[in-house]
């Protein structure tokens, strides 16, 4: 029999602190001898009541799955949508009477919705996820993030919209050939650190949370995470935060790094930033052409594009540029690097000048669809021995990383003050931020 571990830690969101409000997170779970159900919701904040929401959503969702623990739910496998809408009903029955008890008004509750169900009795786990929160499925093969966007959904779906199941990510994964090893849940209070919305990519940095599990104290440990990423990091993790970690992994797993956006000037960057650390071009100009929805996401489109160097620089026109180019591309910096070059780009580098859009060569800024047939999901897992130093030590890197690069961006706020070409610098240093500081969930 497996061994799960389960973990999880919910954050107030500086912002609702500051304001007062409550945390509009939940996390619930439940374990018996026939199943394990794990359920994540983020309450909308457009309405006043969203955190009773997320509490009696989440909740619901366990109870009911665990009352259903005699069914194999793979016999769904063809029907996941017909699966997940006799499921909501049922929720949205039980909710119904919950706030109708309560005296509160439907209308102004509402949440998100993610969870996770292992089944003991028939080894297959099944995950769902609807609106923007976010189910990663940790497996040894490559992960997978559900979030909405692979719903295609408009806006962000949540449990009390119309047809709710037609909008849901979802899976059921077979746990016997030993390949998933587990998930994890978080709300968009992570987006950017675990995963992000456009995208089935897992970030690496949730190696941390997986690996969290195998830590004495795993609570503590993604406690402290949160802690350090809304001490250092903040202004830009500033909603509520939570994370429920499942796994049952036996050793410490090693994520694949994260993909990166290539510059025509040769420059590698971070998929958060929004232009070339190196020579300032703008990712929009570089990449302008490019429907990344088609090929899974920005996020996947560049993980395929960095494991296919030849084809990366066709898309963008480099082997053309190449020519006329008479330093040698520089390598790929490290994070903290990246902030001091870019600081040394706003106030003594111009951009490079870019061919013109009409005369630009005929593959640039254009995949040839046919050379980029099937994205696939993910590299496969390595594991390694636990090391019970790790965390602390992924702890120190992360929070001095933050630090370096709290103070760069203070340091090129000050210096863009006193410059003429302040209003610029500015600019680019919050358009480039992780996650846009007015998401207002
Ligand atoms: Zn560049």
Redesign the pocket.
């Known amino acids: 029999m497996d061994q799960w571990k389960y973990g999880q830690c919910v954050k107030t969101g500086l912002r609702h602190r500051r304001y007062g409000a409550d945390c509009q997170d939940f996390v619930f779970a439940a374990e018996d001898e026939n199943c394990i159900a794990v359920a994540l919701c983020d309450g909308l904040g457009s309405l006043p009541a969203s955190g009773y929401a997320a509490k009696y959503t989440s909740i619901a969702v366990c109870r009911i799955l665990q009352q259903c623990a005699t069914y194999d739910f793979r016999r769904f496998a063809s029907d996941k949508s017909g699966l997940l809408k006799d499921l909501l009903e049922r929720v949205n029955a039980a909710l119904a009477k919950r706030f109708a008890e309560m005296h509160i008004d439907r209308k102004l509750a509402d949440s998100t919705l993610a969870f996770v169900f292992v089944s003991k009795t028939f080894g297959f786990c099944y995950a769902a996820c609807l609106g923007d929160s976010a189910v990663c499925l940790i497996k040894k093969s490559g992960c997978e993030c559900l979030t909405e966007s692979n719903a295609h959904s408009e806006s962000t779906a949540s449990v009390d919209m119309k047809k709710p199941w037609m909008y849901a990510a979802q899976a059921i994964v077979d746990l016997e050939d030993g390949d998933f090893l587990g998930a994890v849940l978080t709300s968009d209070g992570l987006d950017g650190e675990i995963y992000t919305k456009d995208s089935s990519l897992v970030f690496k940095a949730t190696e941390y949370y997986f690996n969290a599990m195998l830590a004495a104290d795993a609570e503590g440990a993604l406690d402290e995470r949160l802690t350090a990423i809304q001490t250092e990091y903040g202004d830009y993790y500033d909603d509520d935060i939570s994370v429920a970690v499942l796994s049952r992994a036996e050793k410490r797993m090693k994520f694949p790094d994260d993909p990166t956006w290539l510059?025509?000037?040769?420059?590698r960057?971070d998929l958060t930033e929004t232009?070339?650390?190196?020579?300032?071009?703008d990712f929009m100009n570089?990449y302008h052409k490019i429907n990344f929805n088609k090929y899974g996401g920005r996020a996947m489109f560049f993980r395929y594009m960095n494991r296919h160097p030849d084809l990366e620089k066709k898309v963008i026109g480099l082997h053309e540029i190449e020519r006329r180019v008479t330093h040698t591309p520089p390598p790929a910096p490290k994070t903290e690097q990246r902030y001091a070059q870019r600081l040394h780009t706003i106030h003594a580098v111009q951009?490079?000048p870019q061919p013109a859009a009409n005369n630009s060569p005929p593959v640039a800024g254009q995949p040839p669809a046919q050379l980029i047939p099937t994205i696939k999901t993910a590299e496969p897992l390595t594991g390694e021995e636990p090391d019970p130093a790790h965390f602390e030590n992924v702890l120190a890197a992360g929070q001095e990383q933050r630090r370096q690069k709290r103070m760069l961006i203070a340091a090129a706020g000050a210096a863009a003050g006193a410059a003429a070409a302040g209003g610029v610098a500015a600019a680019v240093i919050h358009r480039s931020s992780h996650k846009k500081p007015d998401n207002d969930d």
């Open positions: 510059c025509r000037c040769g420059a960057n232009f070339c650390a190196h020579c300032g071009s570089v951009p490079e």
